[in-house]
């Protein structure tokens, strides 16, 4: 599975399948669409987890997988040393990044603002390279 859906040399995504869910059935966070469409089921969210860990040469590098996943054992499973950070992330409408929770177990929270940022930077379009 390492090496699969590679976006750059900075970012990996381990599963490609999707993880769908209404905002009336996640109990992770209620989003911020209006009641009535939460009841009715008609916005979907797209929630994974998350690790922001640390590479050799020190720069922040982001992992997203599965919510069936735990972060502990993905992390177990990296070659890092250092997690800076861990959490959920949806991706938005808009093509942002909401990132929000933690791990108790890691004793980590995600920092929202900086944790966004650097998703948002892994998926930046970049040239074509020959």
Not at 35 to 41: E, V, W
Not at 102 to 121: T, Y
């Amino acid at each position: 599975m390492p090496g699969e859906g590679q976006g750059s040399d900075t970012f990996l995504l381990l599963d490609k399948e999707p993880a769908f869910h209404s905002l009336t059935a996640n109990p992770i966070q209620g989003g911020g669409a209006s009641p009535p469409a939460r009841r009715l089921g008609l916005l979907r969210r797209y929630v994974m987890k998350y690790l922001i860990v640390e590479d050799f040469s020190g720069q922040a590098v982001p992992f997203i997988f599965p919510r069936r996943v735990d972060h502990v054992d993905m992390f177990e499973q990296l070659p890092y040393g250092k997690v800076l950070s861990a959490g959920y992330v949806e991706l938005q409408p808009d093509g942002t990044f909401d990132c929000y929770g933690g791990n108790a177990e890691l004793q980590l929270k995600a920092d929202p603002q900086k944790d966004s940022a650097l998703l948002k930077e892994a998926f930046r379009k970049r040239p074509d390279h020959h």
